[in-house]
């Protein structure tokens, strides 16, 4: 996706993002066009890639398979991703994100706004997406955004903060009518990038959701 150089004046960036208040852009100093292609990649890698692995629609090879790393480069780059993740990215993830990619496969992408990190098993189970970018109040208001677009349900009892950390929660069912968990977690760590990141997992069956869901 090509972006076109912002040339707009102060005072036309903030009139625009007065349309677009999710994006908080006139606080972070970002055009909404910037702040929508990160966002946008979160929402769209969580949903056609941790969703995929989650359903079973995509897989990686197993750690036995003689040929696992040739299938799982191809794999990670029929993602959309280049697989492994740059020094400069790494650098930038924080204790926190250093946990979440710790020993597991990955892939990343630079987008305007941000650059996008999956994460697949290692340390921690399932299926990561991460977004490190610059400070902006907006970002997780935006992602929710997106991801409702891509058919994520809100769940406003599953919000809540603890300590530096705000999670939110969402439901998606599959044709078959299986619902899964998304996890929006927000982070407030000033000493990292790493603003967000999403998991997505199967919800077993026999668990109760709220009602509507």
């Known amino acids: 996706m090509s972006v076109v150089p912002n040339r707009t004046s102060s005072r036309t960036l903030l009139r625009a993002c007065a349309f677009v208040p999710l994006l908080g852009c006139a606080l ?3 055009t909404p066009l910037t702040a929508g292609v990160a966002t946008k990649a979160v ?5 056609a890639a ?3 692995l989650a359903t079973g629609t995509i897989s990686l090879p197993a750690a036995s398979d003689p040929e696992g790393l040739d299938k799982e480069i191809k794999a990670v780059e029929e ?5 492994g993740v740059p020094g400069r990215v790494t650098a930038q993830l ?3 994100g ?3 990619v710790s020993q597991a496969t990955m892939g990343s992408k630079s987008v305007a706004g941000g650059d996008i990190v999956l994460a697949v098993g290692g340390v921690q189970p399932g299926c990561r997406i991460l977004l490190l970018a610059d ?7 935006a992602v929710a ?6 058919g994520w349900r809100a769940i406003p009892a599953m919000t809540a903060t603890r300590g530096a950390i705000t999670r939110r929660g969402f439901i998606r069912r599959d044709g078959k009518g299986t619902p899964y968990l998304l996890n929006l977690m927000v982070l407030g760590d000033e000493n990292a990038r790493l603003r967000l990141f999403t998991t997505v997992v199967r919800i077993p069956p026999g668990v109760a959701l709220p009602a509507g869901y």
Do not use: I
């Not at 929402?43 to 949903?47: M, P, R, T, V």
């Not at 955004?145 to 891509?150: A, E, F, K, Q």
């Open 94 to 96: 924080g204790r926190a």
């Open 135 to 141: 400070p902006d109040p907006g970002l997780a208001d």
């Open 43 to 47: 929402a769209d890698f969580s949903s």
């Open 98 to 100: 250093g946990m979440l």
């Open 28 to 30: 972070a100093g970002l």
């Open 145 to 150: 955004v997106d991801l409702s677009r891509n």
């Open 79 to 83: 993602m959309g991703l280049t697989y």
């Open 50 to 52: 941790c969703y995929s």
